[in-house]
């Protein structure tokens, strides 16, 4: 079934360039997701089958956690065939749109965070997406909460918004759709947050690598043989019909 937002939805998006949907993903399509995203990431970490195990830092998982639908099949479906672009073509009023990339924020207890990692010291800067991105322009991102829900009770859709934005569920299911040139505030995750975090990226139809050196991941397109200032192709970047 097709998704369809509410006028209300879209009212409220545009005006706080924001909107929390709960239980968007059930929970079957949400152990599916973390399963997706634990295989990628073990094989991009190169975690051993046996012998004693050592949990890699946010900072390694974040290195190794862009794109991880390029390497899992069911991941690629989830963010380009379901609900997640449907809304986004919904609230954009994009029939056609892009998957410009996914990233996952990960999340490490207060006391490890480490002041020389690169990945800590982004988390502290205020930003737009469109801004800390090597993809421009962006037409609409989505965070998805994939760890276990911290309340019971799920957040209502019409929560409000503050400026900078705080664009973390915090419910398992719930996710939060915000504008790409809007303020985020990436510092809630350095403080007590728990669970992994997965951003989707969606860009317009027409959309360019640029070199951003506020994009850790900067030199991720040139590995997929762009050049700066390249338009993105269907190849690498699949459209979606929303």
Same mark, same amino acid.
């Given at each position: ?20 949907? @709960? ?27 046996? !012998? ?6 946010? *900072? *390694? ?18 963010? @380009?065939? !379901? ?5 986004? &073509?919904?609230?954009? !009023? ?7 990339? #996914? ?6 207890? @207060?006391?490890?965070?480490? *002041?020389? *990692? ?25 965070? +998805?909460?994939? &760890? ?6 799920? %957040? ?11 664009? $973390? ?6 996710? +939060? ?14 403080? &007590?947050?728990? &669970? ?9 139809? %027409? ?5 951003? $050196? ?12 762009? @050049?700066? !200032?390249?338009?993105?192709? #269907?190849?690498?970047?699949?459209? +979606?019909?929303?």
């Amino acid at each position: 079934m097709r998704f369809s937002i509410a006028h209300e939805h879209l009212s409220f998006f545009r005006r706080h360039q924001a909107i929390e949907f @709960t239980e968007f993903l059930t929970l079957k399509q949400l152990k599916s997701l973390k399963e997706a995203v634990a295989s990628v990431l073990k094989e991009r970490l190169k975690v051993p089958s046996v !012998g004693p195990l050592r949990r890699p830092s946010a *900072e *390694e998982r974040f290195l190794v956690g862009r794109d991880l639908w390029r390497a899992n099949a069911e991941l690629r479906h989830l963010l @380009t065939q !379901g609900r997640l672009a449907e809304v986004v &073509g919904e609230l954009s !009023g994009k029939r056609t749109i892009r998957l410009a990339y #996914d990233q996952l924020f990960p999340i490490e207890s @207060t006391s490890k965070w480490k *002041e020389s *990692e690169k990945y800590s010291q982004f988390l502290k800067a205020v930003t737009t997406l469109n801004e800390a991105s090597c993809i421009s322009p962006l037409l609409c991102a989505v965070m +998805i909460y994939l &760890g276990d829900s911290a309340s019971a009770s799920p %957040i209502s859709q019409i929560r409000e918004f503050n400026k900078p934005l705080d664009v $973390f569920p915090d419910v398992s299911g719930n996710v +939060i759709l915000f504008h790409p040139d809007s303020a985020l505030d990436f510092s809630q995750l350095l403080n &007590g947050k728990i &669970g992994d975090y997965l951003l989707v990226a969606y860009a317009p139809p %027409i959309s360019n690598y640029r070199l951003n $050196f506020q994009d850790l991941h900067v030199h991720a397109l040139r590995q997929l043989g762009y @050049t700066e !200032g390249e338009p993105l192709n #269907d190849r690498c970047h699949p459209m +979606i019909y929303s």
